[in-house]
């Protein structure tokens, strides 16, 4: 290079650095105009929810320490990481002020804060419900609280949902448990308490039955990682608390082994017993059980069936995907229906065979009056399925089926035409769910020319992966010109 050609070089690489440095700089700008006003949303609000929990907190410290001088009973806030201070102040309200329910769901308080909130609530004698539902109080938060309401003789409700716990902390549930005598609500679904968490709950309730003690009426451990061992226990309870009315044990590992333990507290649940001795059956027992989402397979459900006609008061069951197939269906139905009890059964998203479903299902529904809502969503029908539902449906008889939920069914447009011709003349039914099947704009326009005449429907969903088209929701949209 010449100087010359060596200064305009030297000139050019540093006019493209500086065009760079420019450009990077104006991108920043941009970038940081544009994230302004979503930082500055989320400032504002957290000033809102900052000026709220403050104005709750007034209102909270103008209560009496009587149900007389009340000015408010419940203190509610979800969804606000609450600082140290704000729970510090809380905490002082809370040990004089007359407060029935407390709810503090997802608010980021810890070990240490559940510790805080434990103390203040020591001396409480006016709460009724607690719910800390999304906290991560873990083993030694919970174990705090728990400390608390051994002896407390208020609390009725206590939800723990989702909380970080394992079977530590159940423990201490189980021992505060074998002392309480006033909780009639239980909630510790979401936590990894496993068969051991379980356990020493269970063995808790027991305890206090003693001598008719226990006023547990609903527990839901959902999600608790729960296995054969864990069902034996609330078997247990089932079998043993008198009280006991809803129970929830969706989404755990629950197999036919559990099943079998199930059953066989549901065989006891409701005889009532003397001085030892079975004498009777009592109309009082579990009333609804949720066990979706477990391993029961056809050998789990079919010793779970098999036991209803001796049950006296199960009225809501639901068994969605738990492997149950044809056998395991026909035995169910055929269950209920000599039970005739049955209020509310979901089944859904079993693999049952084409063909074998509409059977069992509509001979269960001509024999009974009970049942009232139905779920079969999520099971593959064949068209001769839905034709037999359709005509069930049309004919108005004995049963008084009020829901009916069919999304995922595989429901074309000859099905959505055997449905709409079933609810045409139906004077009973009022839910219908359709959503996410395969019917197009035929199926959808069938449907349209029955809401012209539909005697009793309500309520009609379609939405979901739905395949009707413009043309669909055209058909739909002018029937509710006429619809009354």
């Known amino acids: 290079f010449t100087v010359n050609q060596k200064f305009y070089a030297e ?86 002020k007359y407060l029935l329910t407390l709810i503090l769901n997802g608010t980021q308080i810890l070990q240490s804060g559940a510790v805080v909130l434990a103390e203040s609530l020591k001396n409480n004698t006016f709460l009724q419900l607690l719910d800390l539902s999304n906290n991560p109080l873990a083993d030694n938060g919970v174990t705090a609280l728990c ?18 716990f394992t079977a530590d902390g159940a423990a201490s549930i189980g021992e505060m448990l074998s002392k309480n005598k006033t909780l009639t609500v239980l909630d510790v679904s979401r936590n990894a308490i496993s068969d051991d968490g379980v356990r020493d ?42 009280t006991l009315r809803d129970v929830d044990l969706s989404n755990n590992n629950i197999g036919e082994n559990g099943a079998k333990f199930l059953a066989h507290g549901l065989l006891r649940n409701n005889i009532a017993q003397i001085e030892g001795e079975e004498t009777e059956f009592s109309l009082d027992g579990l009333e609804t059980l949720n066990l979706d989402y477990n391993e029961l397979t056809d050998a789990g459900v079919i010793a779970l069936a098999r036991v209803l006609p001796a049950n006296h008061t199960l009225k809501n069951l639901s068994l969605k995907g738990v492997g149950m197939k044809k056998e395991g269906l026909e035995v169910l139905c055929a269950n209920i229906a000599e039970t005739n009890i049955m209020e509310k059964l979901f089944i859904g998203e079993n693999q049952i065979e084409k063909d074998t479903v509409s059977e069992p299902i509509t001979k269960m529904l001509n024999s009974m009056d009970a049942l009232n809502e139905l779920s079969i969503s999520g099971i593959h029908l064949s068209e001769e399925d839905v034709k037999t539902i359709g005509e069930f449906l049309s004919t108005n008889n004995q049963c008084r089926l009020a829901k009916l939920y069919m999304s995922d069914c595989d429901i074309d447009d000859d099905g959505a035409g055997y449905i709409a011709q079933g609810i045409k003349f139906n004077t009973d039914l009022k839910v219908l769910d359709v959503t996410s099947n395969s019917f197009k704009a035929r199926g959808a326009r069938l449907f349209a020319k029955t809401f012209e005449r539909a005697k009793s429907l309500d309520e009609f969903h379609i939405t979901g992966a739905s395949r009707i088209g413009a043309e669909g929701e055209n058909h739909l949209a002018r029937t509710l010109r006429y619809n009354q």
């Open 11 to 96: 000139y050019f690489v540093k006019y493209i650095v500086f065009c760079t440095i420019y450009k990077l700089n104006h991108d920043i700008k941009k970038i940081y105009r544009m994230a302004a006003p979503e930082a500055s949303a989320e400032a504002s609000a957290g000033n809102e929810k900052q000026k709220e929990f403050n104005r709750e907190l007034e209102q909270l410290g103008k209560n009496g320490e009587d149900a007389e001088s009340s000015c408010k009973e419940v203190f509610q806030f979800i969804g606000y990481h609450l600082a140290s201070k704000d729970l510090n102040k809380l905490a002082d309200y809370l040990k004089t």
């Open 147 to 164: 400390g608390v309401f051994k002896y407390n003789q208020t609390l009725e409700e206590l939800i723990l949902q989702k909380c970080s």
């Open 201 to 242: 709950i269970c063995h808790g309730i027991i305890e206090t039955t003693v001598g008719d003690a226990s006023q547990l009426m609903r527990i839901d451990m959902k999600g608790c990682f729960m296995g054969d061992e864990g069902a034996k226990h609330i078997g247990s309870i089932i079998g043993t608390v008198a």
